[in-house]
């Protein structure tokens, strides 16, 4: 026992420094911290180090602890998700967002869906509905977390097409995550607990109609702080909301990111930040990269033979054209610039962290197989690596101060921070750029013509 939990420490030593040192690398050479975070776990996964010294590391006692671990990691990263997104951008996002967001989801589902077939039939699927479906939900996702702090490393989130990218990257979210919890819920039905699907709906209700009140009753008030009770009393809530959900089928992770959905914004902004900067500390420093080598450890890429290189090859065909093309089209016909659609197109490609907990949820439920997971997990990660070098030369850094300061005025490139939430994965930062006469902030994202 005494072994066990030294080596249990031991182990979440090795993983948060391998976190942050390939984290700081991967920023180094141009790409998200993410990136890195993720390679960190792929890394001490048998890829690399085999299943001989992997099982030596972590095992099957030690995996159960950080498999724990990594399910707290992802309710907090779930609610953090929900609870960042910014419903005043939503309202005001237009129907260039509604339709970027729309399109980017149904277009590389759709070409999920017919790869999946394809798939299913070679590695011999027996529940071909629940995969199919899955495969499509999973080519559709966009990390929002990601694509902003991509968007604030490069200074990009006051741009009019960083501004649209976050709106209709969050609708994209809204539906994506919906329709995930649909496919999770039909793949978990089963015998006598089916019954249970019938509460799903009540369940949503119950979150929108009487919990949502509850906690705007409770929180929104002048001058509210997170005390300890306030945080007690929301850890609670956000406890009891994942396992209703996990109850009725539709999964722990949704039942977290709908508890951060409903948390009230409008008045309570001192509470939303010390709360997302609470959480967002402990999620990304210690939980989530335990996550990353959990989801990790059932990465085997040194298995990958040719037929798989085809495999992935197709996948990476689907997934980018897909999510270019289903953002891309609407945002010109909505009146962005060329240069502004591959922009917006490129941002929407990203996946990153967000792909990686559904593909996780994918395999402990039993739709992948640890073969395509693998496959998936790498598209996960170059499909977010394709972000920086693209951005890099499509949309430079003297172009991003040009457009800030032809959109807001002289000197908005260096304006301070202070308005407009802008979802960051672990960090609530906000923006409030400095404004020329008669223009408005970012929250006014729709004329989408004042875009690069």
Known sequence: MRDAVALLLLDLAII????????????????????????????????????????????????????????????????????????RMLRSSGRTAVGVATCSVALPLAGGVLLAFWLADRHEVTRVVPFVLFIGVAMAITALPVMARILTDRGMQRTPVGGLALISAAVGDVLAWTLLAGVITLAGAAGGEVYRLAFAVPYVAVM??????????????????????????????????????????????????LFGV??????????????????????????????????????????????????????????????FVGAYVPARLGGLPTR???????LMNTRGLTEIVVLTVGLQVGILSPGLYSLMVLMAVITTMMAGPILLRVYPAWRVRSDLEAFYGAGAAEAGSGGVVTPIRGRHRTVRPATAAGRSGPEDTGPAEKAA
């Open 16 to 87: 948060i420094g391998a976190a942050r040192l390939l984290s700081a690398a991967a920023k180094r050479i141009g790409q998200p911290p993410v990136v890195g975070e993720i390679m960190a776990g792929v890394l001490m996964g048998p890829t690399l180090f085999g299943t001989t010294i992997t099982g030596t590391m972590f095992p099957d006692e030690i995996r159960l602890a950080l498999d724990a671990l990594a399910k707290v990691g992802l309710v907090l990263f779930m609610f953090i998700v929900g609870y960042e997104i910014d419903k």
């Open 208 to 257: 929108f109609l009487v919990v949502r009140p509850l906690l705007r009753r409770m929180l929104a008030r002048p001058g509210a702080q997170l005390t300890p009770r306030v945080f007690a009393a929301i850890l609670v809530g956000l406890l009891l909301s994942c396992a209703g959900a996990e109850w009725v089928g539709a999964h722990f992770i949704f039942g977290a990111f």
């Open 262 to 323: 409903v948390m009230p914004r409008e008045g309570t902004e001192n509470l939303h930040r010390e709360t997302l900067d609470r959480l967002g500390w402990v999620s990304e420093t210690l939980l989530l990269p335990v996550f990353f080598v959990v989801a990790g450890l059932n990465v085997n890429l040194s298995t990958v033979g040719p037929n798989q290189v085809a495999e992935l090859g197709l996948i990476l065909l689907v997934a980018v054209v897909g999510k």
């Open 340 to 346: 502004g659609s591959v922009v917006l197109a490129t």
